[in-house]
Each structure stands twice: as C-alpha cells, then as structure tokens.
C-alpha cells in the first residue's frame, strides 16, 4: 500500500510541474518555444524525477528548491523569462543530459566544474529575454572550490555560514558572463525581520554581496512592493502559489521567486 501511495505521489507531482510550467508560458511568457529540444527533453525528466514538492539533499538541509520561477522587476520592466529546473535527490540522472544541451549551446565549463569531484550538478536556467543560460552545482564543502574568483569573494565573507551551498556559472551565447555562490548563514531560531524566515547571502563575481530572503509571510512584502510586484503575487495565488523567496533594493527593484 505504502508503494502505491508513493507512486501515486509520484504521478501527482510530476503532473503538478507540467501543469505548473503550462501555466506559466500562458500567463507570463512562452519558455516552450524558446528551448532547444535537448531541454525540451531535459525539462520533462526532471519533471519526472521528481518525487515530492521538496527535496532534501543528504547533508539533511532541507532548504534547496530543485525548481523555480522568477520575476525581475525594475519600475514598470517585468521581466518573467526566467526558470531553473534540476533535481537534489537524483542528479547523477539529471546530469546525464546536460553534456548534450552544453554540446549544442557550445559552453565549456570552468576548468573543475562539472558533475565531478567536489560539485554536484544542481540544475540549468534559462532567462530569455536577457539571453542568459545558467549551470547550478551543489557544493559540500567551499574549501573545495576550484573557482578562484568565487573563493576570494568567499574568503572575504565574514558571516559564519554552513560548510556547504551552490554555485551557479552564468552564460551569454558562450561567454562566461558571471560566477555565484549562494551561501546559507547559520541563523538564530526566531525570522531575520517580520516576513523573511531565512536569509542567503548571494556573492556574485560582477556584483558583489546580494542578500535574498525566504518569505515566511507573503503579506508582509506586499506594501514593500510596486504595483506591478503585487500583481504578480495575485497571479500566483490566485493559481494556488505563495512567495518563496525575494531580492529588494526598493520598492521598485526587485526579484521574487515562487513557489
């Protein structure tokens, strides 16, 4: 019994995320005529690999999402290309089609990276409209980093972290564009500040420190946010979806992320 209700789960979630990415080409923007059929491909695996709406890695932490939609607003410039889409549970079977989609995006990875040694492939990214492509790895341990540019922006973090956490290399047509690391600060129990439950601090190679929050109370961001913020929050509970995660400047500079 217990067999069947996790394959019926299965069937479940895999659904959720066709209809989910359905919805959000309709609504937002068309993303399905925008990949190449390599991430046609890839998409549907993950989708299929999925198991549940949440994936713990097996370090325990139970913070990473293997999925994501974004928005980044800038005054009234919406811009809602944007995916990632990978698996934390199964990565050796999600890496197993990115060779392919690198082959023919003609992207080479930093010398170390890869589904290797201390990285372990996270997920891609698309943003259309900037003509980004994104490679997400996890790392357990940032003594390990190859990346010489990521280590020193790491090394001048004085925030104590967990020993763990990503690292994302970002492309335009084949150029290496920018390098992130994603660090997870090791947090006191109670919220960072009324509606922000986590906080990660993002280091990125072109823009230094970014802090995002985790939302813990969609309601509290709303009067922090443009018009055009607020409708898209709306849309997305209106589809039965809440505020995961944001990046604000101000009320008119900002990247939400759902679910």
């Not at 890839?42 to 713990?56: K, P, R």
């Not at 995006?105 to 980004?132: C, K, M, T």
Request: net charge negative; aromatic share 16%.
């Amino acid at each position: 019994m217990v067999g069947f209700l996790k394959k019926l789960k299965k069937r479940w979630v895999t659904r959720y995320h066709r209809d989910l990415f359905a919805w959000h080409c309709e609504k937002f923007f068309p993303m399905d005529r925008f990949l190449l059929s390599s991430e046609h491909e890839y998409l549907n695996l993950c989708f299929q690999l999925a198991e549940d709406y949440t994936e713990i890695a097996d370090s325990g932490y139970r913070h990473y999402s293997y999925y994501s939609y974004s928005h980044r607003v800038k005054n009234t410039e919406v811009n809602s290309s944007r995916m990632a889409y990978g698996s934390v549970a199964h990565p050796d079977e999600a890496w197993s089609l990115v060779p392919a989609i690198l082959h023919n995006r003609d992207i080479v990875l930093p010398e170390g990276a890869g589904h290797q040694g201390p990285y372990i492939f996270y997920g891609l990214g698309w943003d259309f409209l900037s003509n980004h492509f994104k490679v997400y790895f996890r790392l357990e341990d940032w003594s390990k980093l190859t990346s010489r540019t990521l280590l020193d922006l790491y090394s001048n973090t004085d925030v104590p972290c967990r020993p763990e956490g990503l690292v994302s290399f970002i492309y335009q047509d084949q150029k290496l564009l920018e390098e992130k690391a994603y660090l997870f600060p090791v947090l006191q129990e109670q919220e960072v500040f009324p509606g922000a439950g986590r906080r990660v601090l993002m280091l990125s190679s072109e823009r230094g420190m970014i802090a995002q929050y985790d939302v813990s109370d969609t309601q509290a961001w709303l009067p922090r946010l443009n018009p055009q913020g607020q409708r898209i929050i709306q849309q997305y509970k209106d589809y039965g979806e809440d505020l995961d995660t944001i990046a604000i400047k101000n009320a008119n500079d900002f990247t939400i992320y759902f679910p």
